[in-house]
Structures are given as C-alpha cells and as structure tokens.
C-alpha cells in the first residue's frame, strides 16, 4: 500500500530522503568517535540529499531482485494524516 497519491512531486508520490543502513552506521560510528573528546548534547541529521519516492523505491526494489521475477503490486491509497513530502 502506497499512502497518497497527490503530492506535489514528479510521480506524485511522497519524497523521503533514504539513507543506506550501512552508511548511517558508518556515519553513527563516526559520531561516536567524535564525542569521546567533546562534552554537550548533539545532534547530526544524515541524509543521501536526494529524494526519492515511495514508489521509486519499490521499483529500484524490484530491479535489484529482478532475477528472481519479483513483481511488487501497487495499491495507491490516501495519505496517512500527518504524512509531508520533503
Ligand atoms: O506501507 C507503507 C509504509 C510507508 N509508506 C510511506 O513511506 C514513507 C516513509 O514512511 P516511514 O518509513 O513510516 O517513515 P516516516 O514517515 O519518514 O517516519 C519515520 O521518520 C519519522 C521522523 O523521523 C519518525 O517519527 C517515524 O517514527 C519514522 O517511521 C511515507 O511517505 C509513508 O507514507 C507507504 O506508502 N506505505
């Protein structure tokens, strides 16, 4: 189920900006490191800085396992009530 079919985007599909688990750890290991000389409260907000759709998504899904004949089917439904695009 896909939430929302009518953003303001180029397929009309919600953006997000998705981060690959092995960079955010990469980069949380990073921080880590970081704070062992410094004292305070931090914040690091990690992005691709790109965005890329729901539904972009499923189809890059889809063609890394294409070989075994995946097929995601699509239902396109309403927005879910504090959903924003970026
Ligand atoms: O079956 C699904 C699941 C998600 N989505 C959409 O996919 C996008 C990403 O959804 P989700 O993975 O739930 O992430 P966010 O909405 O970005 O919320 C995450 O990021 C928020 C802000 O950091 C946190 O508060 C939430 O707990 C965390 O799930 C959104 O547009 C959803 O509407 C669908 O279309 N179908």
Known sequence: MVFGGDYDTPDA???RDYVH??????KARGGAE??????GVFRWILGFGKG????EVLRSFEKAVGQQGVHVSLVVDGRQ???RSL
Do not use: E, H, K, Q
């Open 13 to 15: 599909i919600c953006l």
């Open 21 to 26: 688990v092995v960079d955010l750890a990469r």
């Open 34 to 39: 970081n704070i062992t000389w410094r004292t």
């Open 52 to 55: 890329s759709s729901v539904l």
């Open 81 to 83: 009530s504090d959903d």
